[in-house]
């Protein structure tokens, strides 16, 4: 098994107002193997629960790439259904932990974001972005499809859009672009212009009733009381279609190109 797949981290710190700033890297392009997935859902389920913590920020390691999506090395060391639909699950878990979290999760894209990336931005309760920070979908293009991400993209850019990313997966699409559709609430010429700004947002919302942000993200997330199973059907699917001989070419071609 590639080293790659035990490499990463995640992080979380907690100031002085009650904003939890969660941290997730690893040094390919912020991929996402399956030990980072899980440790994601759990901090993001973990500060959830901490009353301390008013309102939470989502971001990734470095100034370049936010995520990358689905690790290439796990994808390629999956032999059998069950190691596959575990590992989709991870993706499951994050969308799920941050659906049901009870504190508003404000997300800081940085840079390009793809597959299991465009699924967390579009996980979070409101996200910020970068001029830099363009989407794909790329998951047909290995063979697979955005079946995990897909219902959290879908609810946040609507059927059409995500049918547009998900059918063309080799094609970038701008942040302006994602920006039009929803995905981004804001995007900036810089990451310190926007950093500026979701600091005053974050601290706004710390200083706000934390019954009200919590009831308000209920309602906001009406009709995706079935995602946890949804989403692990979705997981299963996923999990077959990595095993084919189609996908094992598509990403070892991938990873050579």
């Keep these: 098994m590639s080293e790659a797949i035990n490499q990463g981290h995640v992080t979380f710190e907690i100031n002085s107002l009650g904003i939890g700033t969660i941290t997730f890297g690893h040094p390919l392009s912020n991929s996402l193997p399956g030990k980072i997935l899980q440790k994601l859902a759990d901090t993001i389920t973990e500060l959830g629960k901490k009353e301390e913590v008013k309102v939470i920020v989502l971001q990734s390691e470095g100034d370049k790439s936010f995520c990358a999506g689905a690790s290439f090395d796990e994808l390629i060391s999956i032999k059998d259904l069950e190691t596959g639909k575990k590992f989709f699950s991870g993706f499951a878990n994050v969308i799920n932990a941050a659906r049901k979290c009870p504190k508003f999760i404000i997300g800081r894209v940085q840079g390009k974001a793809v597959g299991g990336g465009v699924g967390l931005a579009s996980a979070v309760d409101y996200c910020f ?81 934390p019954e009200a942000m919590s009831m308000l993200k209920g309602i906001f997330w009406q009709g995706t009381e079935n995602w946890d199973e949804l989403l692990l059907e979705r997981a299963g699917m996923s999990g077959k279609l990595v095993l084919s001989d189609f996908t094992i070419n598509a990403i070892n071609a991938f990873k050579k190109s």
């Design 129 to 209: 972005a970068t001029k830099f920070a363009d989407v794909k979908l790329s998951e047909l293009a290995v063979g697979i499809g955005p079946f995990v991400v897909g219902p959290a993209v879908e609810r946040k850019i609507g059927l059409s859009a995500m049918s547009q990313l998900a059918i063309n997966a080799t094609e970038w699409r701008s942040a302006d672009w994602a920006y039009k559709r929803g995905l981004y609430t804001y995007i900036f010429d810089s990451s310190t212009e926007m950093d500026v700004e979701i600091a005053k947002l974050a601290k706004r919302l710390a200083g706000s009733n």
